[in-house]
């Protein structure tokens, strides 16, 4: 039978964009054609979000990102000030951020493995990727830890993701934790579908063990603070890796203001990174020309790139980082603004 040790061996590595100036590289994919334009063209649109000193940048994602090796092309957009909020599924923050803040890794695997030895040596699989299910255990039972020491009630995601950047202060392992720097730098994180993740096992636990006063999220709250950080800002720009929950999560801000009575503002900017297919009307491949037909995005400043993830986001981010825009930029701190419990109110 096949041990854990046979299958976790060699850890996967995170671009560091710094050290990889992809300017030249777009600028000569300008003139080509086909994903090679639409990415040069999205690059582009991403730095002038960063030039725009009125706009906010709300960075999306969905899908295996960290664990494929982007979490160190996220930490150094959040460090250097290139995003201003995140939205974002569970996986990505909880089992794959913060797992590795707590000192784990994800290793090269392969995806012709039999997954019933794996299923044996405990072992789990994210298509080419593997990770270390006893450690993603623990990594749920920390956050079962940290919700045991809440003051029971209901909490945003952002809430509750900033309780874990609190523990981290004391307990982080890792050069390069988002929900880290996210805490230290007051740029939210939040996970409309909180549950959905290793998060969900932790609350899962914390509540079985607590069923007459326990910490639980509300997602109606996430909404109305993504809401208010889009009255906060006088302009906003998407970058959205993916799509799924968080695409339509930070799309519909803008919905949102019409609905509690203020005029509605449309994104701005939009950039959409993925390999989903329109034609089936599903929400992660529908373009960014449709989600004008609701009122959502503006058409003057958007693009699609029909690209994997792990090949387009550190070639747009290293355009960003390299071009230098966002040394000038202001940070927004939303976390700030957020943490005044006084609501804006609509001119009637």
């Known amino acids: 039978m ?16 710094t050290k990889h100036d992809t300017v030249k590289l777009v600028q000569a994919m300008s003139k080509m054609a086909f994903s090679a334009r639409d990415l040069a063209r999205a690059s582009d649109i991403y730095d002038t979000m960063l030039a725009d000193k ?41 089992d794959q951020d913060f797992f590795e803040s707590l000192g784990y890794k994800h290793y090269v695997g392969n995806k012709w493995a039999d997954d019933c030895s794996l299923r044996d040596a405990r072992v789990d699989r994210i298509y080419d990727t593997f990770i270390d299910e006893d450690e993603l255990g623990e990594c749920d039972n920390t956050v079962s830890r940290i919700a045991d020491k809440m003051r029971p009630g209901a909490y945003s995601s952002r809430e509750f993701i900033m309780e874990m950047g609190r523990y981290l202060v004391k307990n982080n392992k890792s050069q390069d934790s988002i929900t880290l720097e996210c805490f230290k730098k007051g740029v939210p994180i939040f996970v409309p579908a909180f549950s ?29 603070e993504l809401v208010r950080v889009k009255l906060a800002s006088k302009d906003t720009g998407l970058l959205m890796i993916g799509g799924g929950v968080p695409k339509n999560f930070a799309q519909d801000m803008t919905v949102g203001l019409e609905m509690i009575g203020f005029e509605p503002r449309m994104h701005k900017y939009a950039v959409q ?76």
């Open 196 to 224: 959905d993740c290793s998060a969900g096992m932790g609350l899962l636990h914390h509540q079985w063990h607590h069923p007459d006063a326990h910490v639980t999220i509300d997602s109606a709250r996430d909404f109305r």
């Open 54 to 94: 009125d706009c906010a940048v709300v960075l999306c994602l969905a899908g295996s990102l960290f664990s494929a090796g982007l979490k160190r092309v996220v930490y150094d957009m959040v460090h250097n000030n290139m995003v201003d909020a995140i939205v974002s599924t569970g996986a990505n923050i909880v």
């Open 273 to 348: 990174i993925t390999v989903a297919d329109e034609r089936d009307g599903a929400l992660s491949g529908s373009t960014l020309r449709e989600a004008r037909s609701w009122g959502k995005v503006q058409i003057d400043n958007e693009q699609m790139v029909f690209c994997e993830a792990t090949i387009a986001m550190p070639i747009l981010a290293g355009y960003g980082y390299h071009k230098g825009n966002w040394r000038t930029r202001k940070a927004f701190n939303f976390n700030k603004t957020l943490a005044e419990k006084k609501e804006p109110v609509a001119k009637r």
């Open 2 to 17: 096949a041990k854990k040790s046979d299958f976790l061996k060699t850890q996967i590595e995170h671009v560091d964009i």
